[in-house]
């Protein structure tokens, strides 16, 4: 009798499975140049990347998002309703051609791509001079969900960066 218990508390104890959860950290704090392709515009949508390896961290901000004026306040881009977080990872190191070239290049390939469910996308700016404005870019409450329904903790995302824009 003994042994018939032992055997079910084994088999119960060691028979759980943890659904291959799998818990990553996106590192893009030691990126600290924000990247993009055309001139930043205050009157259409923005895409904005980090780049780290074979990852990428990509940000889609709508038109108007980006002001040449000082705010006193953040301005709010509610991620999934008007902007977006997406997170890639490829099959080798990519560059900004990848994002750049109007035809991308044929490798890397995507191998896994998240977007984000929620969270907000903060700017705020600053007036340097009469015509040139600094926006600093952070993220807060970003979550990432794999197709899987694995959540990607990320702790290391908030201060998005910095960009610069001029009359």
């Known amino acids: 009798m003994k042994?018939?218990?032992?055997?079910?508390?084994?088999?119960?104890?060691?028979?759980?499975?943890?659904?291959?959860?799998?818990?990553e950290t996106l590192d893009f704090d030691s990126i600290e140049t924000i990247q993009y392709c055309d001139e930043i515009s205050t009157t259409s949508s923005n895409v904005l990347f980090k780049i780290n390896?074979?990852?990428?961290?990509?940000?889609?901000?709508?038109?108007?998002?980006?002001?040449?004026?000082?705010?006193?306040?953040?301005?709010?881009?509610?991620?999934?309703?008007?902007?977006?977080?997406?997170y890639r990872v490829f099959s080798d190191d990519v560059t900004s051609s990848y994002f750049c070239d109007d035809v991308p290049?044929?490798?890397?390939?995507?191998?896994?791509?998240?977007?984000?469910?929620?969270?907000q996308i903060y700017i705020t700016t600053v007036a340097i001079d009469s015509v040139t404005f600094q926006h600093t870019i952070a993220l807060s409450g970003i979550s990432l969900v794999?197709?899987?329904?694995?959540?990607i903790t990320d702790l290391s995302i908030n201060e998005f960066g910095v960009i610069t824009t001029s009359l």
């Open 105 to 119: 290049p044929v490798s890397p390939t995507v191998l896994t791509e998240v977007n984000a469910e929620d969270g």
């Open 53 to 86: 390896g074979d990852e990428a961290l990509i940000i889609e901000l709508p038109s108007e998002a980006i002001k040449n004026e000082a705010t006193t306040e953040d301005i709010v881009v509610e991620v999934d309703e008007s902007g977006s977080v997406i």
């Open 146 to 151: 794999t197709d899987n329904d694995n959540r």
């Open 3 to 23: 042994k018939c218990i032992g055997i079910i508390l084994f088999t119960l104890l060691f028979s759980c499975n943890d659904g291959d959860l799998e818990i």
